[in-house]
């Protein structure tokens, strides 16, 4: 996933949503990072945790892109990424969407990122439709980014309206057979 499409779509803090999987692996008294208080999405303390839909929900849908990737033989990462899509799609409703934050946007992005391989492409169109109205309804296209706003805040609020504009035009062309 690091190498084949974060990459290409950067639009969580990579650091910061490391350090929350790591605490994935270790018993809560001996959480190993302090996950921050910015308001970065993935990997900050609003939208992750061992309990948070929304970082479950994203560390699955990458898990199932990094088995399209892996090296495992074929039969076996079909039954991989159907596994973790499974798990992943369990969180994708109105649940999901009745969180309005930066988190959900970039969860729906990464699921979108995952439809686009699969035979239902309405359901990738729909992800990034949800994606791009929560964004509005953040603010996150405004282009005057408030200046009391954490730098990297700012660079991730950026990025991931980048991405929902990027991956916007990219079906738009796709279905305008452009």
Known sequence: FWERVF??????D????????ENLWVPKSQV??????????LGDRFNSGPNSIIFSCALN??????????????????????SFFLRAKRHIGLDLV???SIGVVQTLLI???FLQST????????????A?????????????????????EQEIHRRTWHGCVIMDMYLLLAHSGT
């Open 119 to 130: 035979p239902y492409p309405h359901r990738c169109w729909s992800s990034i439709g949800m």
């Open 61 to 82: 849908t990458i898990f199932a892109l990094g088995c399209h990737f892996s090296k495992l033989p074929p039969q076996d990462r079909e039954i991989f990424i159907h």
């Open 32 to 41: 190993i990072h302090d996950l921050t208080d910015l308001n970065v999405g």
């Open 132 to 152: 791009c109205r929560l964004a509005l309804g953040l603010g996150l296209h405004e282009p005057q980014l408030e200046s009391s706003k954490d730098p990297l």
């Open 98 to 100: 009745d969180i309005h």
């Open 14 to 21: 990579r650091q910061s949503f490391q350090r929350a999987y």
């Open 7 to 12: 990459c290409l779509y950067p639009f969580f």
């Open 111 to 113: 699921v979108a990122l």
